[in-house]
């Protein structure tokens, strides 16, 4: 189950297809499938789970996730790569006229469905992409991921490049992964990002990960803080406070 402003998503991941199925909180028996070839059965299931919780979906509802101390600065990275799902990666550019200069893109990324975190950032690509097409020359980049781009910096009065506005930096490489860990990256990716199940199948999509080398911190005064990879992997999934 996936949730943004104004509706709930379930994903479904069955041998012959991928279906989603949302509910809109302006009322419970909208259905909306991003495969029009959902069947009556699953569609009945999806019907029976979102009038179950439209309750919880309901805007009166609230639950709300509390980020990590600041001192635990690992917990907090892992917060931030789970909580946030885009980032802004800059690569090397290999396009004229800004040959050899950082080159900064939006990307989609999931480091897994809501609740199980990898750490890991996974994206889906295209070699047609501009960004993608640096990568193939040179796969070292450098990934930004800020809590700004949630609600929680507003609610608190912090402007998007305040310390206290928690963010995060990874150096690492950019590199395509196969059978199951592609397969887990097809489920994080889509459960969290509906849409992409209908991106165009002639694009030769591929998933991808990014090769974390070194992370750095920034959530409160005082600099930024650095973690190794191995205290970022160590460090415990975020907690949920309702």
């Not at 179950?52 to 009166?60: D, F, G, N, Q, R």
């Not at 950082?102 to 996974?122: C, I, K, L, R």
């Not at 930004?144 to 402007?159: I, P």
Request: proline share 7%; with cysteine; hydrophobic share 40%.
């Amino acid at each position: 189950m996936r949730r943004w402003p104004g509706k709930t998503c379930f994903y479904f991941d069955t041998p012959d297809r991928i279906s989603v199925c949302c509910l809109y909180s302006v009322s419970p028996t909208v259905l909306r499938t991003l495969n029009p070839k959902m069947s009556a059965v699953l569609r009945a299931a999806c019907v029976l789970l979102l009038g179950l919780l439209w309750a919880s979906v309901s805007p009166s509802s609230s639950c709300r996730v509390r980020i990590p101390p600041h001192d635990q600065v690992a917990r907090v990275a892992r917060f931030i790569a789970h909580t946030c799902d885009w980032a802004s990666m800059a690569t090397i550019s290999t396009h004229k006229p800004v040959v050899g200069q950082p080159f900064s893109n939006a990307f989609s990324v999931s480091d897994g469905p809501e609740g199980s975190s990898t750490g890991v950032p996974y994206m889906y690509l295209t070699r047609m992409e501009i960004s993608v097409q640096d990568l193939e020359v040179n796969p070292e980049a450098s990934l930004s991921m800020s809590l700004a781009q949630t609600d929680y910096c507003k609610q608190q009065g912090f402007d998007p490049q305040s310390p206290l506005c928690a963010h995060i930096i990874l150096s690492g490489s950019v590199v395509e992964v196969n059978g199951t860990e592609a397969g887990f990256a097809k489920k994080a990716l889509f459960s969290r990002h509906p849409e992409m199940i209908d991106w165009p199948s002639d694009h030769n999509w591929f998933f991808a990960k990014f090769n974390i080398t070194q992370v750095w911190v920034l959530d409160y005064f005082g600099g930024v803080k650095t973690v190794t990879p191995e205290e970022y992997f160590q460090a415990k999934p975020y907690r949920k406070h309702h």
